[in-house]
C-alpha cells in the first residue's frame, strides 16, 4: 500500500518537509563517475599523473590541443582499483597478481616525505580462473582530490602473465583544483 501511494505522490506532486533551519550549502563542484581501463604489460607504480592521462585519453580520444593544461585542470577522486591477470592457453604457470595500495595523503618527515602502505593483496589463480585483486580506499581518502601534479605514488600492480587489466573506479572533475 505504501508504495502505491509514493507512486501517487510522484505522479501528482507533494509539498517536502525541509529540516534545518537555513538552506544547506551547495557543492558547485560537479563530479562524474568513471571507470579507467588499463592494460599492462609489465609491473607498473601508479601516479596520479599515470591515472589523469588515461582518464583524458579516455574520455577524449584522438589528439586533443593543450592535452598537458587539460590533464592538469583536472581532478578526482579515486574510489577502489581493481587488476585480473589471466593465464594464455599456453601458460603452464597459475596466474599471479599482486597489488600494494598506498596512502593518499603524504607524511613529511626530516627525511624527505614516506606515503605509507595501506594494503597489500595477492591473489593465485588457476590455468581456467584470472588472478584477481581489488582495493577500495577508507572514505576519508576517498574524498580527497588528487590531481596530475602530485607524483606520489597510488598503487603498484606486480603480475606474472604477459598482461594485466587495471580498472580505476573514480569521480572527476574538469574545474578547479585540488584546494577547493
Not at 100 to 121: D, L, R
Request: hydrophobic residues 40%; charged residues 20%.
Amino acid at each position: 500500500m505504501r508504495a502505491v501511494s509514493l507512486l501517487k505522490s510522484r505522479i501528482t506532486g507533494h509539498s517536502n518537509k525541509l529540516k534545518g533551519q537555513a538552506a544547506p550549502p551547495v557543492n558547485e563542484k560537479i563530479y562524474y563517475q568513471q571507470l579507467i581501463r588499463i592494460e599492462l604489460q609489465e609491473a607498473f607504480n601508479f601516479t596520479p599523473a599515470d591515472i589523469s592521462a588515461a582518464l583524458v585519453t579516455q574520455i577524449f580520444p584522438g589528439p586533443i590541443s593543450g592535452d598537458a593544461d587539460l590533464r592538469s585542470s583536472i581532478v578526482f577522486k579515486l574510489e577502489r582499483v581493481d587488476v585480473w591477470a589471466t593465464a594464455l592457453a599456453s601458460d603452464t604457470e597459475r596466474p599471479a597478481a599482486t597489488l600494494t595500495a598506498y596512502s593518499t595523503y603524504t607524511n613529511n618527515t626530516s627525511t624527505g616525505s614516506v606515503v605509507p602502505i595501506i594494503k597489500e593483496i595477492k591473489d593465485l589463480g588457476s590455468l581456467s580462473e584470472a588472478a584477481r585483486v581489488s582495493y577500495t580506499w577508507p572514505l576519508d581518502m576517498v574524498e580527497t582530490p588528487l590531481s596530475s601534479k602530485s607524483d606520489t605514488k597510488i598503487c603498484s600492480v606486480v603480475f606474472n602473465t604477459p598482461s594485466a587489466d587495471v580498472r580505476f573506479h573514480l569521480r572527476w572533475s574538469p574545474i578547479g583544483s585540488v584546494d577547493d
